[in-house]
């Protein structure tokens, strides 16, 4: 019985001693020895070349950091964090461009680290970096003065247009600032549609993801009727149905010009797109003279241009903060020199993107960077997407020939219940 | 007359009976340990939580009837989702029933090549529902698709715009499922064939013709079938999600014409975070299922005919 004893305390010390050194427990500097291993989680979707290339680089560069990588497909991510979170177990760096999980405490916020790596912020597009009076957090990274994310690249919506068709129709071609009007826009793509040789004047998607969302809500994001179905708004869905309905831009299930207003407009099939500006190479690759312009606004309305980046962030509980925070800091610097050189894709910097030459003397570039220093923070909705569902349908019904005031009207009171219930949970989490 | 040898056997009987008992039970373990983990525990967790507040990231707060005073009184997209579910119900099931009983007659009948054409209809009920909603929102293009290319060449100028119309939105997705009925067809058709070849024998000497043949002996004995047929064709309309999750997106993008009652609670659960809220809306779901289902089963005395009927029989 003794000897059966002893042999099992034998055994468990061995196991005990063996399982004790698997990892650190606690963060090292870039300078120790002992190594570390950051799980990062991201999306499938997100995670490219570039993405593998800066992993790869990291590393390089702290051989003590290893980055152990987990994708999911998009529509997942949320649901795996917010179990994650729940578990007690997230990881130590995601994409963390949700509002729930700031507001949460479950992002760390990266202001100290921003100052004690030296990062400079002034180059940074604001609409990202965002103004401490505002909640912007859907398309940026700050929240209630903090930063909780940074990011390399800028996403934007712009507008590509085909100069040779401008100059073939005899239309000077737009300038990057400031943005036509929405009836400037729709009358300039009836003027350049043919027709004969199918190609579509402009193409557009649904008005809540091109014209400024203070066309349809009050600054505040709380109000919606009278603002919704007022003049303003009842003109801009107007002159777009009647630009789709005229055939001067195609329905919105014939092409989403989100999706596939690029290759349309690679095709030549499209004078102009309201798309996302990720697509240079694809354009450039056509051999289309194109240029980029700032989305067309409602009349009156102050343009807004949205934007976003790789919303990469410290998850809260990591035991290893100041090695996720050295991987946010050579993502959001050396990163972007990296992603200029790999994808192409615009940086969040203009200094960067002037340094990295990412325009290479393109004229198109050259005005993309005239045009996203344009960029605001959005009117914040808290479940923006919620609230829109009347809006959406106002337009399918004003595009299939309901007069838009009545369709508006109809939807008006709809959007504002939403609103409201968006708010009240809003409100009620503030706590 | 109980003697101690009797009661000796008898208790002997019993030891054994109880060691009997206790091995099914020990056997019976691991499945009732599932049904306790899986089953049981996840709803009566679901019943708690449809009480309470909860992100799955915060502590769940209690709220009682909260959550349901809002769905009735605060939240119009509750019975939006009610009123789409409603309608998708009205329209498909009936139209299921129909087409898939019409197609099974279609099949029962003696042709050469009839297996092929049985394999060619069930197949589309197999295929992905995620990959056949992709491949109707191709279909169903307003401009370019293949539906509306056919609708204006037959002259039609201006035909619905299918998914991207309010009034339409709906009919596109009962046509997008009409095309999987070759699945309640072969049902209808096991049914068909069990019907007794007497009957008709009988029905044929007493002067029935075709179509009193059907309305007299095909549909009585085929209405447990069509109880089936009806049960889970109500239950699947019930549980839309697939397809107009595929159409609106994660971000609903297609606006409220396709805002279905399950798709409403992943919105509302996933999406926006508020789990108690959608297990409530998803009990509501349950119980108004329930009830429904419990009124077709209360009135299937009434139109549900057997070939043999025990109560009638007495």
């Known amino acids: 019985m003794r000897w059966r004893l002893t042999s099992l305390l034998a055994v468990i010390l061995v196991i005990g001693t063996a399982c004790g050194g698997s990892g650190s427990k606690t963060s090292s500097g870039a300078g120790s020895q002992e190594k570390v291993t950051l799980n990062f989680w991201g999306t499938k979707e997100g995670y490219d070349d570039y993405s593998r290339a800066l992993v790869k680089a990291f590393e390089a560069k702290y051989p003590n950091i290893h980055i152990k990588v987990t994708t999911y497909p998009e529509d997942n991510y949320n649901t795996k964090i917010d179990t994650a979170l729940a578990a007690g177990h997230p990881p130590d760096l995601g994409p963390v461009g949700n509002l729930r999980w700031l507001r949460a405490g479950k992002v760390l916020p990266l202001d100290d680290m921003v100052r004690e790596q030296k990062i400079d912020l002034s180059a940074y597009n604001k609409s990202i970096i965002g103004d401490p009076a505002r909640v912007n957090g859907e398309f940026g990274c700050s929240y209630q003065g903090k930063l909780y994310c940074l990011g390399s690249y800028l996403g934007a919506v712009g507008v590509f247009y085909n100069k040779a068709m401008f100059k073939a129709a005899g239309i000077p071609a737009p300038a990057p600032w400031p943005p036509m009007t929405i009836d400037q826009f729709v009358d300039t793509a009836c003027k350049l549609t043919n027709k004969a040789k199918g190609v579509w004047g402009g193409a557009y998607g649904y008005p809540v993801t091109v014209v400024p969302w203070e066309t349809e809500f009050s600054k505040d994001g709380r109000t919606a009727v009278g603002i919704a179905n007022g003049p303003t708004a009842v003109h801009t869905y107007d002159v777009m149905a009647q630009g789709i309905r005229q055939g001067c831009a195609p329905s919105l299930n014939t092409m989403d010009p989100w999706e596939q207003g690029a290759d349309y407009f690679a095709q030549g099939k499209l004078a102009m797109v309201v798309t996302d500006l990720q697509s240079f190479k694809k354009i450039e690759n056509a051999k289309i003279d194109y240029g980029v312009t700032h989305p067309p606004t409602a009349q009156g309305v102050e343009p807004f241009l949205q934007t976003w980046t790789d919303v990469l962030g410290v998850f809260a509980g990591t035991k290893h903060s100041k090695e996720a925070e050295l991987f946010i800091a050579f993502q959001t610097t050396q990163g972007q020199r990296l992603r200029v050189q790999v994808t192409g894709d615009m940086p969040i910097s203009t200094t960067v993107a002037k340094e990295a030459n990412w325009a290479k003397g393109i004229p198109g570039r050259e005005e993309a960077l005239e045009v996203v220093p344009h960029a605001r923070p959005a009117v914040f909705i808290p479940n923006r997407w919620d609230t829109v569902g009347a809006l959406f349908e106002a337009y399918d019904q004003i595009v299939g020939g309901k007069p838009a005031q009545q369709a508006l009207n109809d939807a008006a009171p709809k959007v504002q219940s939403d609103l409201d219930k968006a708010w009240k949970d809003w409100d009620k989490d503030k706590g | ?314």
């Open chain 2, 1 to 314: 007359m109980i003697t101690a040898k009797t009661s000796g056997r008898r208790s002997r009987l019993g030891r054994l009976a109880r060691r009997e008992e206790r091995t099914a039970y020990l056997f019976l373990l691991p499945w009732l340990a599932g049904l306790l983990m899986f089953w049981i525990v996840p709803i009566l967790w679901s019943v708690a939580l449809s009480a309470s507040d909860w992100d799955i990231i915060s502590k769940p707060s209690w709220v009682g009837l909260g959550n349901y005073r809002e769905m009735l009184f605060d939240d119009r997209h509750f019975w939006l989702a009610i009123r789409v579910t409603l309608k998708y119900i009205l329209l498909s099931v009936p139209l299921y029933i129909v087409a898939g009983l019409v197609l099974s007659l279609l099949l029962n009948l003696k042709l050469r090549g009839m297996n092929l054409f049985r394999t060619i209809l069930f197949v589309p009920s197999v295929l992905s529902g995620v990959a056949v909603a992709i491949l109707w929102v191709a279909l169903l293009n307003p401009d370019v698709g293949a539906v509306n290319s056919i609708l204006r060449a037959v002259g039609i100028d201006n035909p619905p715009r299918w998914l991207g119309s309010p009034t339409w939105a709906v009919p596109s997705v009962v046509l997008i499922g009409l095309w999987g009925v070759g699945g309640g067809a072969i049902i209808y058709l096991s049914g068909l064939q069990n019907i007794g070849a007497q009957l008709y024998e009988a029905a044929a000497l007493d002067g029935a013709g075709p179509w009193r043949r059907f309305r007299y002996v095909t549909l009585p004995m085929l209405t447990p079938t069509l109880l089936f047929v009806l049960l889970t064709s109500l239950i699947d309309a019930f549980q839309v999600f697939d397809t107009a999750f595929i159409v609106s997106g994660a971000q609903g993008a297609a606006g409220d014409s396709l805002r279905f009652y399950l798709l409403n609670v992943w919105y509302e659960g996933f999406r926006n975070g508020r789990l108690g809220y959608a297990s409530a809306e998803a009990w509501v779901l349950v119980i108004a299922a329930a009830l429904v289902i419990l009124l077709i089963f209360r009135t299937s005395g009434r139109w549900v005919y057997y070939e043999y009927d025990p109560e009638k029989e007495r």
